[in-house]
């Protein structure tokens, strides 16, 4: 069954500096690794994904990076800006008995200092 | 074109009543989800919708949550009998079939006193 793990529950990082956001998964899948942010009293937006067939996706200060053999997701943000601060979701995909679906991460608070 | 809207964005009830949320999907998106996220937690997945399938509602917590989608298009999350820790931020999204990226609502935050 899969699983998604954010390990870091928070996040402090300075104005100018690289966030970096880690995310592990349990289950492999040929299929789209997402990440999405949340600011308070909103949903969650869509920020970036990257197919498992690659192991890097790049979107302006946002990249992905995707290690299959240690099913672990990273999220880069540089340089990190004070309106950056949100709680980080990662989620894999889940296919089972079928149905298709999403499993999201816990979260990690991200704070950028100013 | 207009996004998820859910409503109402904030329900107070009391323990024991039952309460009734209610999502309007993107037009044409086939796909419903809804999410709880309780207090320092992170998305709890409760039930998902796709065309005319049955319905997955292996993240339901209890018999107490029900949820229906009429028509395709609008779904109602009911809570029956409610407690105290059902109070969260209950969020729905939807996506269409060619991408799977998932569009969500604002959320209606959720207070069981």
């Known amino acids: 069954d899969q699983q998604v793990k954010q390990n870091s529950p928070s996040l402090s990082v300075q104005e100018g500096r690289i966030s970096i956001l880690n995310c592990d998964y349990t289950?492999?899948?040929?299929?789209?690794f997402l990440w999405y942010k949340k600011y308070p009293a909103e949903g969650p937006t869509f920020l970036i994904s990257i197919s498992s067939i690659k192991d890097k996706n790049e979107d302006g200060r946002f990249t992905v990076f995707l290690n299959k053999s240690a099913k672990h997701l990273s999220l880069h943000i540089v340089p990190s800006q004070p309106g950056d601060s949100a709680v980080y979701f990662c989620a894999a995909p889940r296919f089972t008995s079928g149905t298709y679906k999403y499993i999201f991460g816990t979260g990690t608070r991200l704070k950028v200092l100013a | 074109g207009a996004g998820v809207s859910q409503s109402p964005s904030n329900k107070v009830t009391e323990k024991g009543k039952d309460v009734e949320l209610r999502c309007d999907p993107i037009?044409?998106?086939?796909?419903l989800y809804w999410y709880r996220q309780s207090l320092g937690q992170g998305l709890e997945f409760l039930i998902y919708?796709?065309?005319?399938?049955?319905?997955?509602k292996s993240g339901l917590p209890s018999d107490r949550f029900s949820a229906e989608r009429t028509g395709g298009s609008v779904s109602t999350l009911t809570i029956q009998r409610t407690q105290q820790e059902d109070s969260a931020v209950y969020l729905c999204a939807s996506s269409s079939t060619v991408s799977n990226t998932q569009y969500f609502g604002p959320g209606t935050r959720l207070t069981v006193l």
């Open positions: 919708f796709q065309g005319n399938s049955a319905p997955d």
């Open positions: 289950n492999s899948m040929f299929d789209y």
């Open positions: 037009s044409g998106h086939t796909a």
